[in-house]
T-cell receptor, first 115, second 116 residues
Framework: SQKIEQNSEALNIQEGKTATLTCNYT??????LQWYRQDPGRGPVFLLL???NEKEKRKERLKVTFDTTLKQSLFHITASQPADSATYLC??????????????WGLGTSLAVNP | ETGVTQTPRHLVMGMTNKKSLKCEQH?????MYWYKQSAKKPLELMFVYSLEERVENNSVPSRFSPECPNSSHLFLHLHTLQPEDSALYLC???????????????FGEGSWLTVV
Protein backbone atom coordinates (compact mmCIF):
# COMPACT_ATOMS: atom_id res chain seq x y z
CA SER A 1 0.00 0.00 0.00
CA GLN A 2 1.03 3.56 -0.50
CA LYS A 3 3.16 5.09 2.25
CA ILE A 4 4.48 8.58 2.78
CA GLU A 5 7.74 9.46 4.46
CA GLN A 6 8.47 12.94 5.68
CA ASN A 7 11.60 14.10 7.52
CA SER A 8 11.07 12.59 10.94
CA GLU A 9 13.60 14.85 12.58
CA ALA A 10 12.66 18.44 13.32
CA LEU A 11 14.25 20.96 11.00
CA ASN A 12 15.96 23.96 12.59
CA ILE A 13 17.12 26.79 10.37
CA GLN A 14 18.21 30.37 10.71
CA GLU A 15 15.89 33.21 9.80
CA GLY A 16 16.37 34.33 6.22
CA LYS A 17 17.53 30.93 4.96
CA THR A 18 15.56 28.60 2.72
CA ALA A 19 13.80 25.70 4.41
CA THR A 20 13.43 22.54 2.35
CA LEU A 21 11.07 19.79 3.47
CA THR A 22 10.82 16.39 1.82
CA CYS A 23 7.86 14.14 1.12
CA ASN A 24 8.68 10.72 -0.33
CA TYR A 25 6.14 8.16 -1.38
CA THR A 26 6.79 4.50 -1.88
CA UNK A 27 4.44 3.15 -4.47
CA UNK A 28 2.49 4.44 -7.46
CA UNK A 29 2.41 8.10 -8.41
CA UNK A 30 -0.48 9.99 -6.90
CA UNK A 31 -2.87 12.06 -8.96
CA UNK A 32 -1.89 15.10 -6.90
CA LEU A 33 -0.05 16.11 -3.79
CA GLN A 34 -1.01 18.76 -1.24
CA TRP A 35 0.95 20.56 1.46
CA TYR A 36 -0.63 21.81 4.67
CA ARG A 37 0.65 23.77 7.64
CA GLN A 38 -0.37 22.87 11.18
CA ASP A 39 0.29 24.97 14.26
CA PRO A 40 0.25 23.34 17.72
CA GLY A 41 -3.28 22.54 18.89
CA ARG A 42 -4.89 23.72 15.67
CA GLY A 43 -6.21 22.19 12.48
CA PRO A 44 -4.12 21.96 9.31
CA VAL A 45 -4.30 24.82 6.82
CA PHE A 46 -3.95 24.23 3.08
CA LEU A 47 -0.93 25.78 1.38
CA LEU A 48 -0.35 24.36 -2.10
CA LEU A 49 -1.48 21.63 -4.45
CA UNK A 50 0.56 20.16 -7.29
CA UNK A 51 -0.80 17.69 -9.84
CA UNK A 52 1.01 14.75 -11.39
CA ASN A 53 1.57 16.56 -14.70
CA GLU A 54 3.14 19.60 -13.00
CA LYS A 55 6.79 19.93 -12.06
CA GLU A 56 6.65 23.03 -9.91
CA LYS A 57 4.18 25.36 -8.22
CA ARG A 58 4.84 28.68 -6.49
CA LYS A 59 2.94 30.90 -4.11
CA GLU A 60 4.69 33.93 -2.69
CA ARG A 61 7.68 32.56 -0.69
CA LEU A 62 6.55 28.95 -1.11
CA LYS A 63 7.60 26.55 -3.84
CA VAL A 64 6.63 22.92 -4.34
CA THR A 65 8.23 20.49 -6.77
CA PHE A 66 7.00 17.06 -7.82
CA ASP A 67 9.37 14.45 -9.25
CA THR A 68 7.56 11.24 -10.20
CA THR A 69 10.84 9.55 -11.10
CA LEU A 70 12.25 10.08 -7.63
CA LYS A 71 8.78 9.64 -6.07
CA GLN A 72 9.35 12.81 -4.17
CA SER A 73 7.97 16.26 -3.51
CA LEU A 74 10.07 19.07 -2.09
CA PHE A 75 8.53 22.02 -0.25
CA HIS A 76 10.64 25.17 -0.04
CA ILE A 77 10.13 28.29 2.06
CA THR A 78 12.46 31.06 0.97
CA ALA A 79 13.52 33.95 3.20
CA SER A 80 12.17 32.01 6.17
CA GLN A 81 10.76 33.84 9.19
CA PRO A 82 10.14 32.74 12.79
CA ALA A 83 6.41 32.90 11.97
CA ASP A 84 6.97 30.02 9.54
CA SER A 85 7.68 27.71 12.48
CA ALA A 86 5.05 24.97 12.39
CA THR A 87 4.51 21.37 11.33
CA TYR A 88 4.13 20.83 7.60
CA LEU A 89 2.09 17.90 6.32
CA CYS A 90 2.01 16.41 2.87
CA UNK A 91 -0.96 14.45 1.58
CA UNK A 92 -1.35 12.39 -1.58
CA UNK A 93 -4.45 11.74 -3.61
CA UNK A 94 -4.56 7.98 -3.99
CA UNK A 95 -6.04 7.00 -7.37
CA UNK A 96 -6.32 3.34 -6.41
CA UNK A 97 -8.45 3.61 -3.31
CA UNK A 98 -11.90 2.96 -4.72
CA UNK A 99 -13.63 5.94 -6.30
CA UNK A 100 -10.51 7.95 -5.63
CA UNK A 101 -11.70 8.70 -2.12
CA UNK A 102 -8.50 8.22 -0.21
CA UNK A 103 -6.14 10.96 0.82
CA UNK A 104 -2.93 9.54 2.32
CA TRP A 105 -1.29 11.77 4.95
CA GLY A 106 2.28 11.98 6.12
CA LEU A 107 3.28 12.40 9.77
CA GLY A 108 4.55 15.90 9.12
CA THR A 109 7.88 17.64 9.62
CA SER A 110 8.35 20.16 12.40
CA LEU A 111 10.13 23.33 11.27
CA ALA A 112 11.67 25.82 13.68
CA VAL A 113 13.02 29.09 12.28
CA ASN A 114 15.38 30.75 14.72
CA PRO A 115 15.66 34.56 14.84
CA GLU B 1 -10.79 31.70 10.95
CA THR B 2 -11.18 28.87 8.48
CA GLY B 3 -14.97 28.91 8.19
CA VAL B 4 -15.24 25.58 10.02
CA THR B 5 -16.21 25.87 13.69
CA GLN B 6 -15.90 23.04 16.17
CA THR B 7 -17.26 22.82 19.69
CA PRO B 8 -16.24 22.07 22.32
CA ARG B 9 -12.52 22.76 21.94
CA HIS B 10 -11.74 20.55 24.91
CA LEU B 11 -13.70 17.65 26.34
CA VAL B 12 -12.93 15.30 29.20
CA MET B 13 -15.26 12.36 29.54
CA GLY B 14 -15.50 9.16 31.49
CA MET B 15 -15.72 5.81 29.75
CA THR B 16 -19.41 5.48 30.55
CA ASN B 17 -20.40 8.97 29.42
CA LYS B 18 -22.22 10.01 26.27
CA LYS B 19 -21.13 13.24 24.64
CA SER B 20 -21.18 14.85 21.22
CA LEU B 21 -18.79 16.92 19.16
CA LYS B 22 -20.32 19.55 16.93
CA CYS B 23 -19.07 21.03 13.68
CA GLU B 24 -20.50 23.81 11.55
CA GLN B 25 -19.14 25.08 8.24
CA HIS B 26 -19.96 28.50 6.85
CA UNK B 27 -18.40 27.95 3.43
CA UNK B 28 -21.31 26.53 1.47
CA UNK B 29 -19.44 23.26 0.97
CA UNK B 30 -21.08 19.97 0.08
CA UNK B 31 -18.66 17.53 1.71
CA MET B 32 -17.79 17.20 5.37
CA TYR B 33 -15.34 14.94 7.20
CA TRP B 34 -14.30 13.69 10.60
CA TYR B 35 -10.61 13.00 11.13
CA LYS B 36 -8.76 11.67 14.16
CA GLN B 37 -5.23 12.88 14.93
CA SER B 38 -3.15 11.03 17.51
CA ALA B 39 0.45 11.57 18.50
CA LYS B 40 2.96 9.80 16.24
CA LYS B 41 0.23 8.83 13.76
CA PRO B 42 -0.88 10.38 10.49
CA LEU B 43 -4.34 11.87 10.15
CA GLU B 44 -6.96 9.12 10.10
CA LEU B 45 -10.10 9.65 8.07
CA MET B 46 -13.11 8.44 10.02
CA PHE B 47 -16.23 9.51 8.15
CA VAL B 48 -17.09 11.33 4.95
CA TYR B 49 -20.42 12.93 4.08
CA SER B 50 -21.39 14.30 0.70
CA LEU B 51 -24.65 16.22 0.49
CA GLU B 52 -25.66 14.79 3.86
CA GLU B 53 -25.15 11.21 2.73
CA ARG B 54 -22.44 9.13 4.35
CA VAL B 55 -20.09 7.94 1.62
CA GLU B 56 -17.23 6.60 3.67
CA ASN B 57 -16.87 4.83 6.99
CA ASN B 58 -13.32 3.67 7.48
CA SER B 59 -13.84 0.77 9.88
CA VAL B 60 -14.52 3.05 12.79
CA PRO B 61 -15.78 1.40 16.01
CA SER B 62 -19.50 1.76 16.62
CA ARG B 63 -18.84 3.77 19.78
CA PHE B 64 -18.35 6.66 17.35
CA SER B 65 -21.58 7.61 15.61
CA PRO B 66 -21.72 10.45 13.08
CA GLU B 67 -24.75 12.51 12.17
CA CYS B 68 -25.15 15.00 9.35
CA PRO B 69 -28.55 16.71 9.56
CA ASN B 70 -27.74 19.14 6.73
CA SER B 71 -24.79 20.14 4.59
CA SER B 72 -23.60 22.73 7.12
CA HIS B 73 -23.63 20.67 10.30
CA LEU B 74 -21.86 17.51 11.37
CA PHE B 75 -21.90 15.77 14.72
CA LEU B 76 -19.84 12.98 16.22
CA HIS B 77 -21.69 11.18 18.99
CA LEU B 78 -19.46 9.46 21.50
CA HIS B 79 -20.38 6.70 23.95
CA THR B 80 -18.50 4.15 26.02
CA LEU B 81 -15.17 5.36 24.73
CA GLN B 82 -11.80 3.93 25.71
CA PRO B 83 -8.74 5.83 26.95
CA GLU B 84 -7.00 5.08 23.63
CA ASP B 85 -9.68 7.16 21.91
CA SER B 86 -8.13 10.27 23.46
CA ALA B 87 -6.98 12.40 20.53
CA LEU B 88 -7.61 15.57 18.54
CA TYR B 89 -10.78 15.19 16.48
CA LEU B 90 -10.83 17.39 13.42
CA CYS B 91 -13.84 18.33 11.37
CA UNK B 92 -13.27 19.46 7.81
CA UNK B 93 -15.17 20.43 4.70
CA UNK B 94 -14.56 20.82 0.99
CA UNK B 95 -16.56 22.16 -1.91
CA UNK B 96 -17.05 18.70 -3.35
CA UNK B 97 -15.54 15.37 -2.36
CA UNK B 98 -11.88 16.28 -2.16
CA UNK B 99 -10.06 13.04 -2.54
CA UNK B 100 -10.58 12.49 -6.22
CA UNK B 101 -10.47 16.12 -7.22
CA UNK B 102 -7.70 17.60 -5.12
CA UNK B 103 -10.15 20.13 -3.75
CA UNK B 104 -8.82 22.02 -0.77
CA UNK B 105 -9.90 20.65 2.59
CA UNK B 106 -10.71 23.26 5.21
CA PHE B 107 -10.19 22.08 8.76
CA GLY B 108 -11.68 23.30 12.00
CA GLU B 109 -9.52 24.00 15.02
CA GLY B 110 -10.26 20.57 16.44
CA SER B 111 -11.76 19.16 19.61
CA TRP B 112 -9.29 17.77 22.13
CA LEU B 113 -10.84 14.69 23.66
CA THR B 114 -9.54 13.04 26.81
CA VAL B 115 -11.17 9.82 27.97
CA VAL B 116 -10.55 8.99 31.62
Amino acid sequence: SQKIEQNSEALNIQEGKTATLTCNYTNYSPAYLQWYRQDPGRGPVFLLLIRENEKEKRKERLKVTFDTTLKQSLFHITASQPADSATYLCALGDPNAGNNRKLIWGLGTSLAVNP
Amino acid sequence: ETGVTQTPRHLVMGMTNKKSLKCEQHLGHNAMYWYKQSAKKPLELMFVYSLEERVENNSVPSRFSPECPNSSHLFLHLHTLQPEDSALYLCASSQVLAHSTGNTIYFGEGSWLTVV
